[in-house]
C-alpha cells in the first residue's frame, strides 16, 4: 500500500518544498520506499533540495504528461548516502518553455493521477509525497482529492491566514482522512506551545509542528536536506513529529 | 611650596585692603575668588549658585553682617552644608561663640595667619568634597529609586541611569544590573507583543466562503469530490482495500 502525502500552502514561498524534502529523508530514514513528484509544474524546484542538477533534467513530468514516455522513465532515485531506505523524484522541467506550453496549453489532469497511481504500484512505495504549486489550481486539487494525508503549510502571518482557512475548507469538502497544519518560518522569539494552540484553535485542525524560521535551515536551501545534515538537531526531530503525525499507524517500516 | 588647592571661595569683607590681602593669598594658594563688598552682595552671589566650595566671611560689615549671612546661609538648604570661615577682628569670645553656634566652621582672627588660614582651608575643601559626593551618592541613589517606580509605572527611560551606571562602586554595578534587566524585560515585552499581534488569526469569513464557492462549485470539483474515495485506494495499495 501507498500512502500519498501532499503538502500544500495557499500561498508560495511558505517552506512546501522544505518540509517535502525533510519529511522524505525522514521516511527513508526510517527504512521506507519514498516517491517525491514535484508537481510544482508553473515553478518547480524541490530537485534541487535533492542535489539534482538542473542541466541533467530531460526526463520530467512534462514529458509524461505530454505522451512522451510513461512516468516511470521521468523518475530518478535521489536516495541520499546512508539511507536505510529509498527515495526516488519525479522533478518537472524547468525549461522555460516547458513551462510556457504548459501555462499555454495545460495538460490532462486524469492523466497524472492514474500515471502517479501507477508509478506508486510500480515502485511499490510506501509513502509517495506531493510538492504542489501554491494555490488551488486543478492539479493541486486532485493532489489533495488523491491524498491519505495532506500538510498544510503556513507562516504565523496575516498574509497567510485567509488562504489557510480556505484550503482547510477544501480539504473538508474531499474529505481528506488526515489533515494537519505545519506552521514554518516561526520568529525565534516566538513561544511554539502558545503558537500550536492559537493556529489549531483557529482552524480546528491539529498542529503537526511549529518550525521555527532558522538560518541554517536557510542557508542549507540551496542544495541539502536538514534532517540529514543536522539529525540531532531540535528542528530534524520536528519534522520526524510531523512525518509521524502524516502517517499516524498507516505505515510501518 | 606644598600641594595647591583646588576650589573656589567667596570673600566677603567690606575693607578693600583685606579683600586684596586675602584674595592675593588664595590665588596663591591655587583657588579662584570672587569677592562680595557686605553682606547683602554675599547673598547675591551665593543666590546665583556660582558653586563656591567654601566661603570667609568678615563680621562687622555694612547692610547686613556676618551673622546676618551666617544665619541665613544656614537655613537656606542650598548653602546650609556650605562650609564656612569667620575672620573676625574682635577677639571677645562671645563673638567666636555666637559665630560657632550659628554654624561656622572654625573662626580665624583677624589679621590672619597664612599656615593657618591654608589649613582652615584644606580641611574645609576636603569636607566640601565630602559632602559633595555624599550628596551625588545620595541623588544617585535616588535616581534609581525613581526608576524603580517608572519601571512599575510602565514608564522607564532606558537611558536614565546611564551616569549612576558609570560609578565604579556598588551603586554602579547596581545601576547596570538594573539597566540590563530592565533592557531584557523590555525585548521581552516587544517579542510578546508582537507575537500576540502575528498571532491574532481574524479571519474574513465572508470573502473566504466566496473563494472556496469560486473553487468548490465547479463541475471538475463535483467530479472530484464523487471519485476522491476511489482514487484513495487506487493500484498502489489494493492490498489494504478494507483498511
Ligand atoms: N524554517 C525555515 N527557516 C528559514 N528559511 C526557511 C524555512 N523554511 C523555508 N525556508 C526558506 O524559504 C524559502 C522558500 O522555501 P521553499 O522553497 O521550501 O518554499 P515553497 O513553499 O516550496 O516555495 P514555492 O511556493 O516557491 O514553491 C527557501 O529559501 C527556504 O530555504
Ligand atoms: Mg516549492
Redesign the pocket.
Known amino acids: 500500500m501507498t500512502a500519498i502525502v501532499s503538502v500544500h ?1 495557499f ?9 517535502t524534502a525533510n519529511v522524505a529523508a525522514v521516511f527513508a530514514g526510517r527504512g521506507l520506499r519514498v516517491g517525491v513528484v514535484d508537481l ?1 509544474i508553473l ?1 518547480p ?2 530537485h534541487v533540495l535533492f542535489g539534482v542538477d538542473q542541466d541533467g533534467l530531460d526526463r520530467h513530468l512534462d514529458g509524461f504528461l505530454w505522451g512522451r514516455y510513461p512516468l516511470r522513465d521521468a523518475v530518478r532515485e535521489v536516495t541520499p548516502p546512508g539511507v536505510a531506505g529509498r527515495i526516488w523524484l519525479v522533478p518537472s522541467s524547468v525549461a522555460p518553455h516547458d513551462i510556457a506550453r504548459v501555462m499555454a496549453e495545460g495538460y490532462d489532469v486524469g492523466l497524472l493521477g492514474d500515471g502517479v497511481r501507477a508509478l506508486a504500484a510500480e515502485l511499490e512505495l510506501d509513502v509517495l509525497l506531493l ?1 504542489t ?2 494555490g488551488l489550481n486543478e492539479e493541486t486539487l486532485l493532489s489533495i482529492a488523491m491524498s491519505d494525508a495532506l500538510a498544510i ?1 503556513l507562516r504565523p502571518d496575516h498574509q497567510d491566514y485567509e488562504g489557510t482557512h480556505v484550503t482547510v475548507s477544501v480539504a473538508r469538502k474531499l474529505a481528506v482522512p488526515r489533515t494537519v497544519l505545519v506552521v ?3 520568529p525565534e522569539s516566538f513561544d511554539p506551545a502558545e503558537v500550536a494552540a492559537r493556529v489549531a484553535a483557529a482552524y480546528d485542525t491539529p498542529v503537526a509542528a511549529v ?5 541554517e ?2 542557508v ?2 540551496s542544495g541539502g536536506i536538514f534532517v540529514l545534515h543536522h539529525p540531532d538537531h531540535p ?1 530534524a526531530a520536528l519534522y520526524g513529529q510531523l512525518a509521524d503525525q502524516l502517517l499516524g499507524s498507516a505505515v510501518r517500516a | 611650596m606644598s600641594d595647591r588647592l583646588h576650589g573656589h571661595v567667596l570673600v566677603v569683607d567690606d575693607d578693600p585692603v583685606n579683600r586684596l590681602l586675602l584674595r592675593r593669598a588664595l590665588e596663591r594658594e591655587g583657588l579662584t575668588v570672587e569677592v562680595a563688598v557686605d553682606g547683602g552682595e554675599a547673598l547675591v552671589a551665593l543666590a546665583r549658585g556660582a558653586g563656591f566650595d567654601i566661603v570667609l566671611l568678615d563680621i562687622v560689615m555694612p547692610v547686613l553682617d556676618g551673622f546676618e549671612v551666617l544665619a541665613r546661609m544656614r537655613a537656606d538648604p542650598a548653602t546650609a552644608a556650605l562650609p564656612v570661615v569667620v575672620i573676625s577682628g574682635s577677639d571677645s569670645s562671645a563673638d567666636v561663640v555666637r559665630a560657632i553656634g550659628l554654624g561656622a566652621d572654625d573662626v580665624l582672627p583677624k589679621p590672619f595667619d597664612p599656615a593657618l588660614l591654608r589649613a582652615r582651608l584644606t580641611s574645609g575643601l576636603a569636607r566640601k568634597r565630602l559632602a559633595d559626593l555624599e550628596r551625588e551618592y545620595r541623588e544617585q541613589v535616588g535616581y534609581v529609586v525613581d526608576a524603580a517606580a517608572a519601571v512599575e509605572r510602565g514608564e522607564f527611560e532606558p537611558g536614565s541611569l546611564d551616569a549612576v551606571a558609570e560609578r565604579p562602586d556598588a551603586l554602579g554595578v547596581l545601576a547596570r544590573v538594573f539597566a540590563r534587566m530592565t533592557r531584557e524585560v523590555a525585548v521581552r515585552e516587544q517579542r510578546l507583543r508582537a507575537q500576540v499581534g502575528a498571532l491574532r488569526i481574524e479571519i474574513d469569513e465572508a470573502r473566504a466562503a466566496r473563494t472556496v464557492a469560486a473553487i468548490t462549485e465547479t463541475d471538475y470539483f463535483a467530479d472530484l469530490q464523487r471519485r476522491a474515495a476511489e482514487l484513495r485506494s487506487g493500484p498502489g495499495r489494493q492490498d489494504q482495500e478494507n483498511r
Open positions: 500552502s500561498r508560495g514561498g511558505t517552506g512546501k518544498s522544505n518540509t510544482d515553478s524546484g524541490i510538492d504549486h501554491p503549510v514554518n518560518k516561526t518550525v521555527p524560521h532558522s538560518e535551515l536557510m542549507l536551501s528542528v
